[in-house]
């Protein structure tokens, strides 16, 4: 009783300390990024933290950009939920049957290797511009996500195997009560990384395909107009939203263990 305690009461400690660690690391990254600036000395082309956080606030004060970030960050999640579903049946349905695992190993090694840029580009021909980010986010980080869950499924003790084995009624049984509780932890930790990943890919994808009303479209317009605080400013939008989600999987993670 008393070690859960402890344990309960370590969690907001350590949430304080993550919270100033992160908070130091943001102050080292912008006082670097005003050293660099000031070295540079030319505004235009490399804006001051201040110049950028100047345009940051007429971005957020204009709906078209919620309305691209929101689309964004749609698109992101959907990717993200989208691969998630995918890794996770085909991992599950690997661990159930063998040969299904053994059918996987060659076209996940294939999508893993698939040159991104070639992706988008095909993408952008066959489904058009909307869809390609969508497409390019989940398509990335599928394999990331599936050997993340396998790696956990392989790790499951062949005892509590044997036993779930001689004393589950069913295939269900023994995925609900043996294998998901399990796996779940280290296939979150993976997921946080691949959620923030999952941003940045749209975004990158939104780039290349210009896809209407995202945040890849306002980058590519900055590049175009030489607006390069504003391309900074929605960069830091960029970042704070990646971490953002994260930081939500990593409190879904933390609801499991916990």
Not at 4 to 12: C, D, F, G, L, S
Not at 30 to 53: E, Q
Not at 221 to 237: D, E, M, N
Request: net charge positive; glycine share 6%; charged share 15%.
């Amino acid at each position: 009783m008393k070690k859960v305690m402890r344990r309960k009461n370590r969690v907001p400690l350590e949430g304080a300390k993550g919270a100033l660690y992160t908070f130091a690391g943001a102050a080292l990254f912008v006082a670097a990024w005003w050293i660099a600036a000031a070295a540079y000395g030319k505004k235009l082309v490399f804006p001051t933290p201040l110049n950028a956080f100047a345009e940051l606030g007429r971005e957020l004060s204009n709906g078209y950009f919620w309305k691209s970030f929101s689309l964004s960050v749609l698109r992101s999640v959907a990717g993200f939920c989208a691969a998630c579903v995918l890794a996770v049946l085909c991992a599950y349905g690997g661990k159930a049957w063998n040969p299904l695992k053994r059918i996987l190993s060659p076209v996940i090694g294939i999508v893993r290797s698939l040159p991104t840029m070639s992706v988008i580009l095909l993408l952008v021909l066959w489904t058009g511009d909307a869809l390609t980010p969508l497409i390019v986010s989940g398509l990335v980080i599928f394999p990331v996500l599936y050997s993340g869950l396998d790696a956990a499924l392989a790790a499951v003790p062949a005892e509590l195997e044997e036993t779930a084995r001689l004393y589950a009624d069913s295939g269900a049984y023994k995925f609900a009560k043996v294998y998901l509780p399990l796996s779940a932890p280290a296939f979150l930790r993976v997921a946080g990384g691949a959620a923030s990943l999952s941003l940045k890919l749209t975004v990158a994808a939104e780039v290349l395909a210009q896809t209407r009303d995202s945040l890849g479209l306002i980058m590519q317009q900055t590049r175009v107009y030489f607006q390069i605080g504003r391309l900074l400013a929605v960069t830091v939008v960029v970042v704070a939203a990646a971490l953002l989600l994260e930081f939500s999987v990593y409190l879904i993670r933390k609801a499991v263990e916990y």
